[in-house]
């Protein structure tokens, strides 16, 4: 049969038989195999090929189209390098995609939200519901699903018949007896309620891509034009407000300026490190604050974002909030010379960019009159390309490579390597620390770099060994192997070593000293066992 027929490609019948083989491959690549890793996104392209062929209408227009092509863009990144955030990704792209030829397009992100938030919810019940919802309407048709009714009268009698020959020729004949006796049910125990628990997990995904749920109703986007009778916002209260606010943010500015820049030294007792990483983080939010405060005061076509005093005064209350980002990254970078870099802080210096992005869009929206949908869109689109980004980057190597490189221990200056953390890191330090274990250090160092070299070198090896392959941790072990010349080394004992690569101290209970009196009670108690005492 063609499957190519849209008549086939999009019954009910054909979704069903598709979930049945994508819980076979789940099953295979999973359960039985026991891969991971790489191999979600392999399954995940497995799971795109299945909509596109039981819904045509994905591929049969260019926005779900090139929808569909995103959410493969991430299922490629989960193979090259699988991390949780490529398959967050991947669901909300495919979520889109089979919602999307249900809509009239890409309206804005929060009436999306409201959709994959239903969508997800709904679909949690979504098999047994869609499944008894057809199965209703067979009935008020007078048919049965699969024919079922008409079926059932012709096999009963043949399997009824068939089940009593078998019985009566299995007391004849003890071949016949041995051979069924050979038979038994499967076993049940824990790894049996885990594979089920893996085969309703891959019903939900794969019924849930494929039978698409829309909400009949959403809540409409906060337009956020013209005037809006809010207590205490006038022209004049904003107008005062900026005055007051653009002397603050200067005074803040100059003083960051003046101490981050080294223009004047820090008050005694204070070091940059200190004062640096007490503020990064409240001064984003008040740049956040300060976002918000021209969203709701100054609302394109509104009085007040019509006052030319105004929009002077914004436009430089948006630079000087530009200015506070900037020196809020600057105080994350003097604490990481200071201490050391981490995905984390590396996540919050992204984070830091695209506050600066959104300030930008909100001045713009204010300027060019567009609407809060547009600036919902533009804030999500700019934050989608920077996270597209980072999933085929290993911001983990980054930290490792730089805590390496710029390691006190290595160059005289800076942070204090932190062993613990690149063992944390995993296979992302691996080369950085054999980069590390070849350069000269003190014997001391070298062997604890070592130690915690080969940790992380078995660890990552025996992953990959057992199914949790990935691209990037091949290339890994494959630049670990040239650089060591394929001898990796012996491999150590964890709970031996601490998370630094020193060797922990055996314990040694402390012996029983010999002078120790023996209490009363336990010379009653051998007495008594031994009949009483010597005579």
Known sequence: ????????????????????????????????????????????????????????????????????????????????????????????????????????????????????????????????????????????????????????????????????????????????????????????????????????????????????????????????????????????????????????????????????????????????????????YPLIATALLAALFVLVALRPGSTTAGNRSVRVLVVLWIAQNLFLVFNAALRTVDYVEAYSLTVLRISALLWMALVAVGLVLVLWRMFAGKSAAWLINANLGAAGLLLTGVCFVDLGAVAAEWNVRHAREVDGDGAVLDLCYLNGLGGSALVPLIRLEQSDLPDELHQRVRNVRLVVHHRLRDDVQHGGWDVRSRQQLAEASALLGGRIGPRLVDWDYGCDGERLEAYIPPAPSAAAPVPVATETAAAALTGGTER
């Open 1 to 280: 049969m063609d499957f190519r027929q849209p008549r086939f490609r999009g019954t009910f019948g054909l979704k069903a038989i598709l979930t049945v083989a994508l819980v076979a491959l789940g099953d295979l690549m999973f359960f039985q195999q026991g891969l991971h890793g790489g191999a979600f996104g392999l399954y995940g392209l497995a799971m795109l090929a299945a909509l596109a062929l039981a819904r045509p209408a994905v591929i049969g227009h260019l926005r779900p189209a090139l929808v569909l092509c995103l959410a493969a863009l991430y299922a490629l990144a989960m193979i090259y390098n699988a991390s949780p955030l490529p398959w967050l990704l991947f669901w909300i792209a495919a979520g889109i995609a089979t919602l999307m030829p249900g809509t009239v397009g890409f309206d804005d992100g929060w009436r999306w939200f409201q959709r994959l938030s239903y969508h997800a919810i709904v679909s949690l019940i979504g098999p047994p519901f869609d499944f008894g919802r057809r199965a209703g309407a067979n009935a008020r048709r007078g048919t049965a699903p699969g024919g079922l009714k008409r079926l059932l009268p012709v096999i009963i009698l043949p399997i009824a018949g068939s089940l009593v020959f078998v019985g009566l020729f299995a007391a004849a004949n003890p071949v016949i007896e041995n051979w069924l006796a050979s038979f038994s049910g499967p076993s049940v125990d824990g790894w049996t309620f885990l594979r089920l628990a893996l085969w309703l997990l891959l019903v939900w995904m794969a019924w849930s891509l494929m039978r698409p749920h829309l909400p009949r109703n959403l809540l409409g986007t906060f337009d956020g034009r013209g005037d809006l009778n809010i207590p205490g916002v006038s022209t004049e209260s904003v107008l005062l407000s900026l005055v007051v606010f653009n002397g603050l943010f200067l005074m803040q500015n100059m003083m960051d300026a003046a101490w981050l820049w080294g223009f004047v030294p820090l008050p005694d007792g204070m070091t940059l490190a200190s004062y640096a990483h007490r503020g990064a």
